[in-house]
């Protein structure tokens, strides 16, 4: 218990001494570690977006890094209305979770230091999209020059035009980092509605949400998650959330329809046109409900 105390209180110099003794500041990670989190401010900004690559089989990911720490009034170091961090960057590399139609692949091949403008190059280990390449139409060019999807034109593909499901960044929150990453609107349905972990749901619903123009398969999957009572409740409310917030009449309200038609469906007692008592038995069930009074 003092040493838990101790841990909690200790000042910088007394911390520093604790990691030197438990992993000796002449390793690299660590000799990089304090001069770049502690001994001087900002934290990465990560601005990403992919391009699927049909003949060589791969994922190309632009990367933009920048700083969230105010620049020198007089340096000329803006990158995209962030701040770059210089060439120094953060120690390490960040991971990128693939998920592809064969199975999932972490590339931990994202430097954080040097170039703040960058292409990364990720090899995709599913044959889908090879195969499908060898049906090519006549006429089209055979240098390849055709071949890039960019991710931004291919919202009402199919997932059958390449191997991806859906692309993580960091999935671990390894990095205290502000990530913007962009990928086909279609991919962010496929992490909404297969992915198990409750921190990259979250992530696809806040993403769904601030769609520009949204389309009813967007709608159909927040509700399809919110009706999905083996999902964390918390992430429920927030499709439930989600649902309110797109409902327009460019979708002819069909957010606030559904949700009127998940309240209805639990809660209304058609018997005497009232609102039943409130049930107890499931307590996140109960939770989401409550968020729609």
């Known amino acids: 218990m003092h040493t838990i105390e101790f841990i909690r209180l200790c000042s910088f110099i007394q911390f520093r001494h604790l990691a030197n003794k438990i992993g000796n500041l002449e390793r690299p990670f660590l000799k990089e570690f304090f001069p770049r989190w502690i001994e001087s401010c900002g934290c990465p900004i990560m601005r990403l977006g992919i391009s699927y690559n049909k003949r060589r089989n791969l ?6 890094r ?12 803006h990158v995209n209305g962030d701040i770059q961090e210089g060439a120094t960057g953060w120690p390490g590399m960040m991971s990128v979770r693939v998920h592809e139609t064969d199975g999932v692949y972490d590339h931990p091949i994202l430097p954080m230091a040097g170039e703040a403008l ?18 090519t139409k006549k006429g089209s060019k055979p240098d390849g020059s055709d071949d890039n999807v960019d991710a931004s034109t291919q919202e009402n593909r199919t997932s059958m035009d390449s ?6 960044v960091d999935p671990e929150m390894e990095y205290l980092a502000e990530i913007h990453f962009h990928q086909p ?10 992915d198990k972990d409750v921190i990259s749901q979250s992530q696809a619903i806040a993403v769904l949400e601030k769609l520009p123009q949204l389309s009813f398969a ?43 038609k998940f309240y209805k469906s639990r809660r209304f007692d058609t018997d005497i046109g009232l609102p039943r008592p ?14 729609m009074h």
């Open 278 to 291: 409130n049930d107890f038995h499931d307590i996140p069930e109960y939770f989401v409900l409550e968020v």
């Open 59 to 64: 994922v190309e990911l632009a990367v933009s």
């Open 118 to 135: 960058q292409v990364v190059e990720l090899q995709c280990h599913s044959k889908l999209a090879a195969k499908r390449f060898q049906k």
């Open 218 to 260: 967007v709608i159909n999957a927040l509700n399809n998650f919110l009706n999905d009572t083996k999902a964390f409740w918390r992430v429920r409310v927030e499709a439930a959330y989600a649902l309110a917030v797109t409902a327009s009449e460019e979708t002819d309200l069909a957010g606030l329809l559904h949700l009127v």
């Open 163 to 168: 191997p991806l499901l859906w692309i993580r």
């Open 66 to 77: 920048g700083c969230t720490a105010k620049a020198d009034p007089g340096s000329d170091s």
């Open 185 to 194: 609107i279609q991919m962010w349905i496929n992490q909404l509605e297969k």
